[in-house]
């Protein structure tokens, strides 16, 4: 089983940018396809983007397409997302999956870090 753990949240401006990292450990990370996730207070987690093992195939939430960017490099066993022009709805804390289906759902992941807070100020 792959182990998750995120980096790189923080507060930040609106229109500002961040780069989040997932570093995984304990499995074979490029049998994985990845997604990133965010889930606001008083919301359900909702899905932001998503990478196939090999990185060829990329997904995003409409909210975030143009603005932000999924990447990995399987040999540092990393999956990283780029979050340009931030906007105060991007607030959330922001989690890095793994699964074995390419897919938009929380339930097609069955491996999870322990999430990351992007603060954006307006």
């Known amino acids: 089983q792959v182990q998750l753990v995120e980096s790189g949240g923080g507060l930040v401006q609106a229109g500002g940018s961040l780069r989040l990292s997932c570093a995984a450990s304990?499995?074979?990370?490029?049998?994985?396809?990845m997604g990133w996730f965010r889930q606001a207070p008083g919301k359900e987690r909702e899905f932001v983007a998503a990478?196939?093992?090999?990185?060829?195939?990329?997904y995003y939430a409409d909210s975030v397409k143009g603005r932000f960017a999924i990447s990995r490099d399987n040999a540092k066993n990393t999956v990283y997302l780029q979050m340009n022009r931030l906007k105060p709805e991007d607030t959330a804390v922001y989690y890095c999956?793994?699964?074995?289906?390419?897919?938009?759902?929380?339930?097609?992941?069955?491996?999870w870090g322990q999430g990351t807070q992007v603060t954006v100020s307006s």
């Open positions: 990478s196939s093992w090999g990185g060829l195939n990329t």
């Open positions: 999956a793994a699964g074995r289906r390419l897919s938009r759902t929380v339930a097609s992941y069955t491996n």
């Open positions: 304990g499995g074979t990370f490029s049998d994985y396809n």
